[in-house]
């Protein structure tokens, strides 16, 4: 009797210890709900999957392996999952996006390396290793996004930036509501996010905290870059030149005067002893020459 | 009446004299025109076709006529590629920051910069190191590459002005230039430098290519090498060569004047102060006084375990 309840407290405890790793691992990731419901407006079909092997090779498959083939980087922790595996498969669309999208830990971000319809196809090739899947698709009609205007209004009393995005559609002006919103300003290589990522609010604009000390060019712009992305009408960019930066002129790291720089751009003290200096022996050996002359003058008399 | 009889009659008279004057004159041009015409295809069947290079490496054949001079192929131009070398990119001051709390010895780093280059196995632009300061502290992995120093012991020492301080803060080797005294080399308090003691990997295919200051390829025996923060590819608006190859975000370049600095894994922008001020950002030997433009990032909170077979060489620092 004993030995029995002790064996059903071993199999309830290690049961529940899973359970609870499970638990915490998939609470790890931690996805917000509007994110895990998420779907693509991309088919996943044989081509689609195929465009994102080549995107998987690419960019994942050094540390996930071969889906099915359980070949993944086993020295990393935690230990990338197989793709094909349930672990994966059991997620929605939405959560596997917003993983791509994130990242966490030792899984690097590729929310600026691959595209919104990269990383679905992406997704289209992982999906392809589930034959019971079936797709939800979004509705999103990517040919809308034409139709969306974005306003851009900077308030330099609290240094903030407000972003409208409307919709000129046949029956009349929408408001886009709670759409995603980001705003980049343009650097040498690459987007550098002002503020957080936020939603448009009831009236069709979010108001962006824009910070006061970011260099523009000589004369203080800025290209701002707006990353509209609504449910019905898809991602939508808008680029536009702002004079809200810190003008930046600032000289050529070659230009003071230093013992490495060039002749002309030397010390002075250095140019200054130098010159001086061959001067001096000049002077010694004209002085010389002419003593030597005015000898052998004594000597011809 | 009679007036208005007449005047038809006499403009009929006028106008039949301009038509014909019209139509003459018209027979004329198109004569001539059509003349031309022939004579320049005639001229065309001469031969005047050229063979010409598209940059898609597609050899066409065309009309010596029809081809239009936009510019000479400038990489090809020595003049042109040594006077782009020295000048740099204005209005930049690049950075890099190197994180070590990411780095696991991956060494794709150094493939890529070797690759780049054209360098032997042993010679390296960037090595990562293993290191560890003392008995108590953790061992690390360090990729260093050249400081890209603001105020350069190794240019002081030139006595050819071959290596020399571009406006945009790299500094640079000009092969052309270089008598290969060294001096650089023992100057250097990070060695960062290299010398082609034997005739350089891949002389032979690099032969008829023309020297680029900003890629020091080709190599030249008796030259120094050394880093040069890939300084063709920032031209192109690209990240480093090192940089684009890391796997697990160690590296991050921008430009300062832009305080902002990229990662080469993620393609992440953030602003360089407040990376260097939340991670406790540092320069290697400040005491020389040598203004590196290479900023590292501690190792705390490693991301990857360092490897029991790298201690020993670790331990030699101590």
């Given amino acids: 009797m004993i030995s029995t309840n002790k064996i059903y407290t071993t199999i309830v405890i290690a049961v529940f210890t899973v359970l609870l790793s499970f638990q915490s691992y998939s609470q790890n990731w931690d996805i917000p709900a509007n994110k895990s419901s998420k779907n693509s407006y991309i088919p996943f079909n044989n081509e689609t999957a195929k465009a994102g092997e080549a995107i998987y090779t690419k960019n994942c498959q050094s540390c996930h392996g071969n889906p099915g083939k359980a070949n993944s980087l086993k020295t990393l922790k935690p230990v990338p999952p197989d793709l094909s595996e349930k672990q994966t498969q059991s997620r929605t669309d939405g959560d596997l996006f917003y993983i791509i999208t994130t990242g966490r830990v030792v899984m690097p971000s590729f929310k600026i390396v691959l595209s919104e319809e990269e990383r679905w196809k992406v997704i289209a090739f992982i999906r392809s290793y589930n034959k019971s899947y079936v797709q939800v698709l979004s509705k999103t009609d990517p040919s809308k996004s034409k139709l969306v205007k974005i306003v851009l209004d900077f308030n330099a009393k609290n240094n903030k930036i407000r972003v409208y995005a409307k919709a000129n559609e046949a029956s009349g002006v929408v408001l886009l509501k709670d759409a995603e919103i980001m705003l980049f300003a343009n650097r040498y290589f690459g987007k550098l996010q002002i503020d957080k990522t936020l939603t448009t609010n009831s009236e069709g604009y979010a108001d962006f905290n824009f910070p006061k000390d970011l260099p523009g060019d000589k004369t203080g712009n800025i290209d701002i870059v707006v990353n509209v992305n609504d449910e019905l009408y898809g991602e939508i960019e808008h680029q536009e030149k702002l004079n809200i930066g810190i003008p930046t002129d600032k000289p050529a790291l070659n230009e003071q005067r230093a013992i490495w720089n060039t002749l002309l751009k030397a010390p002075i003290w250095i140019i200054v002893t130098y010159t001086s200096l061959i001067l001096l022996v000049t002077l010694v050996l004209l002085y010389i020459l002419n003593t030597l002359r005015k000898l052998k003058k004594i000597g011809d008399k | ?318």
């Avoid at chain 2, 990119?89 to 709390?101: F, H, N």
């Avoid at chain 2, 290519?209 to 063709?232: H, I, M, W």
């Fill in chain 2, 1 to 318: 009446m009679s007036e208005k009889e007449e005047s038809p009659k006499k403009k009929s008279r006028r106008e039949f004299l301009q038509d014909v004057g019209i139509v003459g004159v018209g027979s004329i041009l198109a004569g001539s025109a059509i003349f031309a015409g022939i004579n320049y295809d005639k001229k065309k069947k001469l031969g005047d076709r050229i063979k010409v290079l598209t940059a898609e490496n597609e050899l066409l054949e065309i009309d010596k006529n029809d081809a239009t001079k936009v510019g000479k192929f400038k990489s090809q131009d020595l003049t042109f590629l040594q006077k782009q070398g020295r000048e740099g990119i204005p209005g930049k001051r690049w950075v890099m920051v190197i994180d070590l709390s990411k780095c696991r010895n991956a060494r794709k780093c150094m493939n890529a910069c070797q690759g780049a280059h054209h360098l032997r196995p042993e010679q390296h632009h960037i090595n990562v190191l293993k290191m560890q300061e003392s008995k108590n502290t953790p061992p690390y992995y360090m990729p260093k590459p050249c400081q890209h120093c603001d105020n350069p012991p190794c240019v002081a020492v030139c006595p050819v002005d071959a290596t020399f301080k571009r406006p945009d803060g790299i500094v640079l080797i000009d092969n052309e230039r270089c008598i290969g005294c060294r001096f650089c080399i023992a100057a250097c308090p990070y060695s960062a430098r290299v010398f082609n003691w034997t005739e350089p990997l891949l002389n032979e295919d690099d032969k008829d290519k023309t020297y680029n200051v900003e890629l020091n390829v080709p190599q030249r025996k008796g030259t120094v090498s050394k880093c040069l923060f890939s300084a063709d590819r920032l031209r192109d608006g690209k990240l480093p060569y090192c940089v684009s190859a890391c796997p697990n975000g160690v590296y991050y370049f921008g430009d300062e004047n832009e305080d902002a600095v990229t990662n080469g894994t993620t393609k992440e922008t953030v602003r360089l102060k407040k990376l260097l001020e939340e991670n406790a950002g540092y320069r290697l030997m400040p005491e020389l006084g040598t203004q590196p433009r290479v900023y590292y990032l501690p190792a705390k909170g490693k991301s990857y375990p360092f490897q029991d077979a790298d201690k020993p060489e670790a331990e030699e620092h101590i």
